[in-house]
């Protein structure tokens, strides 16, 4: 059978041998999750048929049917999450399939040095995901009425006359804009490197639009950072103190994690 | 069974570890795990809400500026169609007064 191959994660062999393999449904709900030894590298793979998976198919899934990807998102979120219990782990991002066990086993043969030292970088370390999010409005007044050089123009702008004023509105309003991104950047950016402190790697990532998160407030950062275990702890109070701190001014922060170490382990 | 104060729960307890465990268990939202687990296919569709979201943004704008501006402009003409003379004379004094000229018709 030329099956197609579901790549969820690798694994150092040596940690595969030391201990049982769990017991875990593939992608397809039907077959199970079995490894594959490449020299020192062992991958966690399932088996897909792929007329039912192939890549235009699995695309319009993704683009068009978002209970099939919540329902796969999940399954293999969850897949990942309990291996990255179990072994040191570098994972996969969803949907990577190999055509065949030979194509899966040279791409895993060329990066093997990488890999060897991404588990070195991994092994002992979280990754952590930090989201801010700021009630614009609420911060909008604050600039708005902190800034002397925007009371000034609103002082001049209620002196001029009706048509004049609302142009004149307008462009204050940008203004205000521009302080206000500027403002939370600032903020945010100064948050990140603090952050960073407690974390061996620290990245930013884009934000997302409220359309996406489907959030009243603004995602103004988005950042993931790699922290060795006992560090946690301070990271995450770090958060909350911050949480503390500035969540009547507006800001709210959420961090996620333990995650799987995705943005610390791309070799490509 | 002894009943315990339930705040020797969290003295009791390693106050180190719960906060980190707290958020271990929490639940994540699917936006969540599509940021991470999706990487460039999230992103490219990211980018396309944003981009659709901005020209939207930009497009009401105009539209709302020029839709002021038309009806303005539109409630003037329907005031010079009807005018009536003492609407007409206000007027004039108002322009008048806001340009500063001299008032001929007083001559």
Aim: glycine residues 4%.
């Amino acid at each position: 059978m030329c099956g197609l191959i579901y790549l969820y994660g690798l694994i150092p062999t040596k940690e595969e041998t030391n201990q049982s393999f769990p017991s875990l449904k593939g992608f397809d709900g039907i077959g199970d999750l079995y490894t594959i030894p490449i020299g020192s590298i062992t991958a966690i793979v399932c088996n897909l048929d792929p007329e039912e998976y192939s890549e235009n198919r699995i695309k319009e899934l993704i683009n068009n049917d978002i209970e099939w990807l919540q329902e796969k998102a999940f399954h293999h979120h969850e897949t990942v999450m309990k291996l990255s219990k179990i072994f040191t782990l570098i994972p996969l991002k969803f949907c990577t399939l190999y055509k065949n066990r030979e194509s899966l086993e040279t791409a895993v043969q060329s990066n093997d040095s990488k890999m060897m030292s991404t588990f070195a970088l991994i092994k002992g370390n979280e990754e952590w995901n930090l989201k801010i999010y700021c009630d614009d409005q609420l911060l909008k007044d604050q600039v708005s009425q902190s800034n002397p050089v925007i009371e000034a123009k609103r002082e001049e702008i209620s002196k001029l006359p009706k048509g004049k004023q609302f142009f004149e509105k307008k462009k204050l309003d940008k203004l205000i804009n521009s302080e206000l991104e500027e403002e939370k950047n600032k903020v945010s950016e100064g948050i990140h490197l603090e952050l960073k402190h407690f974390a061996l790697k620290g990245n930013v990532k884009r934000t997302w639009s409220s359309d996406v998160t489907g959030r009243k407030d603004n995602m103004t950062w988005n950042s993931v950072y790699l922290i060795s275990k006992p560090e946690v702890e301070h990271f995450l109070k770090q958060i909350q103190q911050y949480e503390k701190d500035m969540k009547e001014i507006g800001w709210q922060f959420e961090a996620t994690g333990p995650w799987p170490a995705y943005h610390f382990s791309s070799f490509s | 069974m002894a009943s315990l104060p339930f705040f020797q729960l969290f003295i009791n307890g390693d106050e180190d570890m719960s906060l980190r465990e707290s958020m271990e268990n929490k639940d994540i939202a699917l936006i969540d795990i599509l940021d991470v687990i999706l990487d460039k296919g999230v992103a490219i569709k990211a980018d396309l809400v944003i981009s659709i979201a901005g020209v939207d943004l930009v497009y009401l704008d105009l539209r709302l500026l020029i839709a002021s501006v038309e009806s303005l402009v539109q409630s003037k003409q329907e005031t010079r169609k009807t005018v009536s003379s003492e609407q007409f004379d206000t007027q004039r004094e108002e322009l008048i007064n806001a340009t500063g000229q001299p008032n001929k018709w007083k001559n």
